[in-house]
């Protein structure tokens, strides 16, 4: 056992030396110590379970534990426990116990439940283990009673049950265990390690030499990791649920124009600062557009009508090209007017001086299209119609007011040459 001892010790040491020398994002646990096991306690399920008398402890470094990170929530690890014990259920002393098993982690330290960051990290456990414990071939052999119901020979636990009849315990099982730990982080890479678990043999069917195993020591986590496994570790970088690049401390740039997306007012638009055309200056990563200056404006005549229906402009909301109620109200009014007559009509669209003069056409269009199709859906045949859009061009009411640029948000349908 001092052999043994002195081996743990080096173990740990050398990886705690490691620890520490690593980021505080790990991917790697170990932990090492004492551990104790109560076997009454499993013949009631925990009754007892708090009384010392009912423990064997072992010499000190006699438990370890490594762990690798699977995600957030979920973790892989190898347990082994060794030393010698007592089962004080069975009154065997100093046998020489060893428990080593794989096992399951579920961490509520997972930014779910509690922060990823926090102090306290409590996990459950689930583990499949190979157990080793000399019974020496112990076979329970039935009870023998006298006439009066006492027991002439036999194997009974320490408290008077007779053991199963005709059971036969070897040496070496398959055991499942089960329980809680938590881990305490005084430091970001070290800690104290608590666990509790149960740990039973399906073998045999009953209880005598399940047990309960408590753990404590000293914890350890080192290594590295990358969430978002763009290449750079979560320590380094500044945007790490995130794929990005070195240059930007691994954040993004979507659009490719140089410019990260924390700077970039429009990320999904490419337009690198400095660069600039005829039409806009890059800004922020966003397009600004210039004003145009024209020498010598070009007059547009709108061709006069013969004939303009007698009804009220049609009006939109603001950017917008769907009919308000009033609208659409208007546009059955011009229906039953078209179609109580003959000849062809245009459909023009207008728009208020508000955003660039490119953008208008196309809303003023659009608010043309908008009311064909409503005249349309009316009965009106769409071949005597003609949609044009003249953007903020001939305002009907003054733009510098609310009123006014709602009153140029409009369509007026007139009669065609």
């Not at 320590?235 to 649920?241: G, L, S």
């Not at 546009?331 to 208008?360: L, P």
Request: with cysteine.
């Amino acid at each position: 056992m001092k052999k043994i001892s002195i081996l743990f010790t080096l173990f740990l040491f050398l990886l705690s030396t490691d620890s520490f020398a690593q980021n505080t994002l790990k991917k790697w646990y170990i932990s090492g110590g004492v551990h104790a096991v109560n076997h009454p306690s499993a013949r009631g399920f925990g009754e007892g379970l708090f009384e010392g008398d009912n423990w064997s402890f072992v010499p000190p470094l006699s438990q370890i534990s490594v762990a690798r990170t699977l995600n957030r929530s979920f973790a892989v690890d190898l347990q082994a426990s060794i030393g010698e014990i007592d089962n004080q259920r069975l009154m065997i002393d100093n046998e020489f116990m060893v428990l080593v098993g794989m096992g399951l982690r579920y961490r509520f330290a997972n930014g779910y439940i509690l922060k990823e960051t926090s102090w306290f990290d409590p996990y459950l456990r689930f583990g499949a283990n190979y157990h080793r414990m000399p019974y020496r071939g112990l076979e329970f052999a039935p009870a023998v009673y006298d006439g009066d119901g006492n027991m002439i020979s036999g194997i009974v636990d320490n408290d008077g049950d007779v053991l199963e009849n005709g059971a036969i315990v070897e040496n070496d099982h398959f055991a499942l265990s089960g329980g809680l730990g938590m881990n305490f982080w005084i430091w970001p890479k070290v800690g104290l390690n608590l666990e509790a678990q149960y740990v039973a043999v399906p073998a045999v069917k009953s209880d005598y030499i399940d047990f309960f195993q408590a753990k404590a020591g000293i914890a350890f986590r080192f290594g590295k990791n990358d969430r978002d496994k763009d290449g750079i570790v979560d320590e380094e970088d500044e945007c790490p649920d995130v794929p990005g690049l070195k240059e930007y401390n691994g954040c993004p740039d979507t659009d490719g124009d140089k410019i990260e997306d924390r700077q970039d007012e429009c990320p999904l638009e490419p337009c690198p600062n400095g660069e600039s055309t005829d039409e806009y200056d890059c800004v922020n990563g966003c397009k600004v557009m210039k004003e145009k200056v024209e020498e010598e404006p070009v007059e547009i005549v709108q061709p006069e009508p013969i004939k303009e229906i007698s009804f009220e402009d049609v009006l939109f909301e603001f950017d917008s090209y769907t009919l308000t109620t009033d609208g659409a109200v208007k546009v059955k009014e011009a229906a039953t007017i078209i179609n109580s007559q003959e000849g062809n009509y245009f459909v023009d669209g207008f728009a208020d001086s508000t955003g660039a003069e490119s953008y208008n056409m196309n809303l003023s269009k659009n608010r043309a299209q908008a009311v064909k199709d409503a005249l349309v859906k009316e009965g009106v045949d769409g071949n005597r119609l003609e949609v044009r859009g003249f953007g903020e061009q001939y305002p009907k009411c003054p733009n510098e007011t609310p009123e006014g640029r709602a009153c140029n948000r409009r369509v007026v349908v007139l009669e065609r040459y």
